[in-house]
């Protein structure tokens, strides 16, 4: 039987043991002896958290068809068993084999969140690994980080060897090839991380110099190795059905985040809201195959046993067989007891019938997202969802039994007014309004709508990554003008107003366009005790803020100013597809209020068409 | 029609808890395609019902749980089945027909469980076994129960059905079920008090044998393992 790092004590003492165990259904175990590489996957967050990660489970799969390769899973020990491991020394180890980590050939972290920073510290820390990239030798394991915030991964440069730019499914078998012969060779640390320089989509930090004007900005950022790019590609998968999936997700003990069988069903997004990361980094728009789907959803709920089955992507509705999929998906499963999940989708007659298939109505709630409250604003950032479409959607959905409504917002989107702030008020009360035009013989009770509003932070390689952000004060007063709205409006007593805590935003924005030098500040909160910066119990703002006045850094050089064009910004070395000049062009769209189409109503020329595939070629086939 | 399916649990499976193992075994229904049946409304469940939580930290060679099937199967068949998509820990043993009383579930009909209890560390005295011997020969065991509001002393040895030294531990059968319920880490603390042990020092390692149902066989009534009453 296998032996567990973990003595029986520690197991019996710490909160929910399941996380420490491995032995999941499904998870991969094989012969250390008989594979080349130990690949330890690290989500640098809690066990539950980090199972309900899609792209953990599709590269495990990918890493573990090989036979030479054995990739494992490591998260963050909780607080408690944090301490305890700090106090025996015990190194942190992967679950499926148990080993320390520390004796593996790659450390290969997923950076999904900016607040999960001080968690690679503690991580790397716990496995007994120097923290900096350039303390490591040959007998440590190669660091290489992955995930959406690598898109700007200065601000860990320090402590990470490699980076992988983009969509992990096309030249990790690659990196593994060249790492098994440099193994082989016996050469040097140096060797290896130039040959590995040389693939497409991987950034080795080291072997770049970043120099810096009086007043703070860069003014250059400059290969110092001969095997370095100047300019590092992002990766992308063009075919997204014939990949890499898991037919076999592991299956968590305890209750996961996302505890289901998950499809993802697209990748990218023809919206163009230029607020979102998200929408321009996975350009172009790429469907999966309606027919691989309904495979994989029969695969994968046998082999896991899971009784839920959801959809994942970008704007759910955009995908061109939405309704035959989840048409399939009710009438394969639903009586066999499978719940069927839904992504938030456009309101309009196919999702209320969809959702009243799935769904208990008295229970569930209608979302949308126009994100600003005025029209005016909604044109800055592109959201295409007008008053109209809300009002329409609520109304058919108020006729068909629904009472509840969830609208999110964001506060602090460039221009806004205070006319802005109070038309998310506004706008919420229009939808009640709409229900209670419904005669009372014929409604179900009050309805209750729900406004949420988070800050708006700028983000790399989207239209919005010139714009200011705003001190902690001028955030709360923006909640607060909206809740003072909220009370003024006819149907008060129907809404409620929700808002974020301003604090984590701060931090959020100086690591989301942070330099190299921010890892100062990030290495002193870890060491002011910083962790698990995204768990409200644990977020210490007092202790980040001292952090930056130890290191003798400005949060308003990073948040506070509007930068010029013509800057260097510290991601400008890598190639997402979409244009610099085409997200300045939005930008200059967004301060005149012009709106742009979507992908597939008009190309807008951003660029991602140099990829030769998704949406910018649908049809042309 | 009902069936009762007896499995072990055992190395790391026992820091799974109770109701994550109910959650695993609703899983493997799935993944073995056994017909089981739900309730009906809008989130119908499975019909499934445990005998008796095991604590978190205990191992087992007799768990039971009881569901409803909608169709006749081969329950060896069936037992394959469920085995070959198991993890290390957990086995199924054997499953059974039962009948179809709702008064005779798993659940409700749980009178005792046997248990071995071992002493992992050396708090105990090191002639421990010999002084054991008295234990059971105490008038009374009284141990204290604490709840929210009082404390009370409640005598435990009516509880104590069997208890035997077996070589670095106790073997014990217990009251186990709804009516009365005695753990056996408390029989294991009032032996440590009743030797003078150091209880802050104790750590005790229990794994349970089976569990059992109060039969009536003619005219006496027996304690039958729960795969033999139905």
Known sequence: ?621 | MKARIKFRKFGAMKFIGHLDVMRFFQKVMRRADIPIAFTGGFSPHMIMSFANPLGVGVTSDGEYFDIELTEEIDMGAAVECMNQTMVEGIEVVNMVPISDDKKRTGMSIVAAADYLSNVKNDAFPENWKEKAAGFMEQEQILIVKKTKKSEKEVDIKPMIYKFEIRENGVYMQVATGSVENLKPEVVMQALGQYLGADLEEASFVHHRLEVYALAEIGKSKEFVSLDKVW
């Open chain 1, 1 to 621: 039987m296998r032996k567990l790092a973990l003595s029986d004590d520690i197991l019996l003492k710490v909160d929910k043991p399941a996380r420490y165990i491995g032995n999941e259904v499904n998870a991969v175990m094989k012969d250390k002896d008989a594979v080349d590489i130990r690949f330890a996957f690290v989500f640098p967050d809690v066990y539950e958290i980090g199972m309900s990660h899609l792209g953990i489970q599709i590269l495990y799969d990918m890493l573990n068809r090989r036979d030479d390769i054995w990739c494992e899973r490591v998260y963050s020990p909780w607080t408690d068993l944090d301490q305890i491991m700090r106090e025996k020394e015990i190194p942190l180890f992967a679950l499926e084999s148990q080993d320390p980590i520390k004796d593996f050939d790659f450390i290969g972290i997923t950076i999904q969140y900016e607040m999960c920073y001080t968690n690679i510290l503690q991580v790397l820390d716990l496995a007994q690994v120097p923290l900096f990239a350039k303390d490591r030798t040959e007998e440590h394991p190669i660091v290489i980080g992955g995930g959406p915030c690598t898109y700007n991964p200065e601000p860990l440069a320090d402590f990470f060897d490699i980076f992988y730019i983009g969509e992990g499914e096309t030249v990790f078998y690659d990196l593994m090839d060249r790492y098994k012969e440099w193994k082989a060779s016996g050469k040097s640390k140096q060797e290896f991380l130039e040959m590995a320089a040389e693939i497409p989509g991987l950034y080795v930090p080291a072997f770049y110099d970043v120099t810096y004007h009086e007043d703070g900005t860069i003014a250059s950022f400059e290969p110092n190795n001969e095997h370095a790019k100047r300019v590092i590609e992002k990766q992308m998968v063009l075919d997204v059905t014939n990949t890499y999936y898991p037919e076999k997700p592991v299956v968590p003990f305890i209750k996961a985040t996302q505890d289901r069988v998950v499809l993802e069903i697209q990748r990218g997004c023809i919206r163009g809201c230029r607020f979102c990361q998200a929408g321009m980094l996975y350009r172009p728009t790429r469907e999966r195959d309606v027919e691989m789907l309904k495979e994989y959803a029969y695969k994968m709920l046998k082999n896991t046993g899971h009784e839920e089955i959801s959809l994942s992507s970008l704007s759910s509705s955009d995908y061109s067989q939405l309704e035959e999929l989840v048409t399939f998906l009710i009438e394969e499963f639903k009586g066999k007891g499978i719940n069927i999940s839904l992504p938030s989708l456009r309101i309009d007659a196919f999702s209320l019938d969809v959702m009243s298939k799935v769904q208990d109505i008295r229970k569930s709630s209608l979302t949308f997202a126009p994100e600003a409250g005025s029209q005016r604003l909604r044109d800055v950032i592109n959201k295409g969802l007008t008053e109209e479409i809300i009002l329409e959607g609520a109304g058919q959905a108020f006729e068909g039994g629904w009472n509840r409504v969830k609208l999110y917002f964001m506060l602090g989107l460039p221009t806004e007014t205070e006319e802005d702030m109070k038309d998310i008020a506004r706008l919420a009360d229009k939808v009640a309004r709409r229900y209670y035009e419904i005669p009372k013989d014929q409604r179900n009770g009050k309805c209750q709508i729900v406004a949420s509003t988070s800050f708006f932070i700028p983000k790399p390689f989207t239209p919005f990554q010139w714009a200011t952000m705003l001190n902690r004060e001028d955030y709360i007063e923006k909640a607060n003008i909206v809740n003072h709205e909220m009370k003024a409006q006819l149907n008060h007593k129907s809404l409620k107003y929700n808002w974020h805590e301003a604090d984590v935003t701060i931090l959020e924005g100086v690591f989301a366009r942070g330099d190299r030098r921010v890892g100062k500040a990030l290495l002193e909160a870890y060491k002011l005790g910083c962790i698990y910066d995204s768990w409200g119990e644990h977020f210490r703002y007092d202790l980040w803020m001292q952090a930056f006045e130890n290191t003798g850094l400005d949060v308003a050089f990073y948040n506070l100013r509007e930068r010029d064009l013509d800057e260097i910004l510290p991601w400008d070395f890598i190639n997402i597809g979409v244009t610099k000049k085409f997200l300045q062009r939005e930008w200059k769209n967004a301060l005149e209020g012009k709106v742009t189409p979507n992908c597939r109503m008009q190309c807008a020329g951003c660029g991602a068409a140099i990829f030769g595939g998704g949406v910018c070629f649908e049809g042309k086939n």
